[in-house]
């Protein structure tokens, strides 16, 4: 039986009354919607607080691929003007927090530290705590669950839009969490609400409420990809394709080049708990290897709660690593700056010619541990 569940939007009344006569802009995205899938938008619209709209990555409506610049627009469905927080300046201009008293947020969240949409928000902390203004999180649950903070802690040498502090790859937190935990820890000091989920408990998968699912982004269709995408993410900074252009992103990964058989052989080996693997064939239709047949390896879930997805990645890539030549980490998007798989790790630990696999493991688990402690006090669930 599924958990009935109300995400922060289902428990606006709690906070409606403080933002009469507010006028509040909102950040947010098609997954920012209530139980009957009205859009955040249009609700806040309709009780006539709404200035203005903030787009992330991807856009207000979801119409971008990733990395595409968003530009400053009119939204046709309010008439509202949409102003951009990704792809140029990441922070709100103080002429526009100057007309505004509340910066709201009501995005999905995945569970991963790669993720955007926890830095779009971070930035509009770091704004409305130097203007003066209020930030209102309307929380959602943790799609992945919130028992188990998994992968690496952050270096902050590696900082940035894909991680921006130190957490950890699997972050355990809800949206809510996250901004009170780094409202405090990296001193931001916003004047922070936020209203949270009723029902759901930290063990919870999000397909065990009974929440519909709007994908966060056009890569992460279903909750099986973003669970897969704690697994192979890291594929995005190799000449691995991570199965975008295809139906089945992050579930898959692989090249023209890659014995398949042999990694799916390899891998099965080990008896990973929770996951399988498979040889698969796919062709995407853009993105990495686009229109190339690829061989790939298909990651099957067999038992969330027994998975341990990062590690799980970890074993796979380092496998492909060392048995394929033909492998090779993407070079840094500009002269200078680090490769990108050591933004999406925060270290450059797997990189190295003397990197091995069990004492990296050994080492973040650790660290995963000293992390797990700090965030506890911040939980909400």
């Not at 399988?276 to 390896?297: D, E, W, Y």
Request: proline share 6%.
């Amino acid at each position: 039986m599924k958990r009935t569940v109300q995400n922060g939007i289902d428990n606006l009344h709690q906070i409606l009354p403080s933002l009469q006569g507010a006028r509040v802009g909102l950040i947010t995205n098609p997954t920012g919607v209530d139980k009957a899938l009205r859009s955040t938008i249009d609700i806040l619209h309709r009780a006539g607080v709404l200035s203005c709209l903030f787009s992330p990555e991807h856009g207000v409506r979801g119409d971008l691929q990733a990395g595409a610049h968003v530009e400053t627009y009119t939204d046709t469905a309010t008439g509202l003007p949409v102003y951009s927080t990704y792809g140029g300046d990441v922070h709100i201009p103080k002429e526009i927090l100057d007309n505004l008293d509340v910066v709201a947020f009501d995005i999905q969240d995945v569970g991963a530290r790669y993720y955007t949409y926890m830095y779009t928000l971070s930035y509009a902390m770091e704004d409305c705590a130097a203007a003066g203004k209020r930030m209102l999180v309307f929380d959602r649950v943790n799609p992945v669950g919130g028992v188990r903070p998994e992968g690496t802690v952050l270096e902050r040498e590696y900082s940035s839009f894909v991680g921006r502090y130190p957490l950890a790859s699997r972050h355990n937190l809800t949206m809510g969490e996250y901004a009170r935990y780094i409202n405090d820890t990296e001193h931001i000091g916003c004047d922070l609400t936020v209203v949270p989920v009723t029902g759901w408990d930290r063990d919870c998968f999000f397909d065990e409420t009974d929440l519909i699912w709007v994908q966060p982004s056009p890569n992460i269709p279903t909750v099986d990809s973003a669970f897969a995408y704690l697994c192979t993410c890291l594929a995005e900074g190799t000449n691995l394709s991570e199965g975008r252009g295809t139906t089945r992103p992050f579930e898959q990964i692989g090249a023209p080049w890659l014995n398949a058989q042999r990694v799916a052989d390899a891998m099965n080996e080990q008896k990973l708990p929770g996951v399988l693997f498979r040889p698969c064939c796919f062709t995407p239709v853009f993105s990495k290897h686009a229109n190339q047949m690829c061989r790939g390896i298909m990651v099957h879930v067999t038992d969330r709660r027994a998975a341990k997805p990062f590690e799980t990645g970890m074993r796979l890539f380092d496998c492909i690593k060392n048995t394929h030549a033909e492998f090779s980490f993407l070079p840094p998007y500009k002269e200078g700056a680090h490769a990108f798989v050591d933004l999406l790790l925060g270290t450059d630990a797997f990189r190295k010619d003397d990197f091995e696999l069990e004492t990296f493991l050994k080492e973040q688990r650790d660290k995963v541990a000293a992390y797990e402690q700090k965030i506890k006090p911040y939980y909400l669930y």
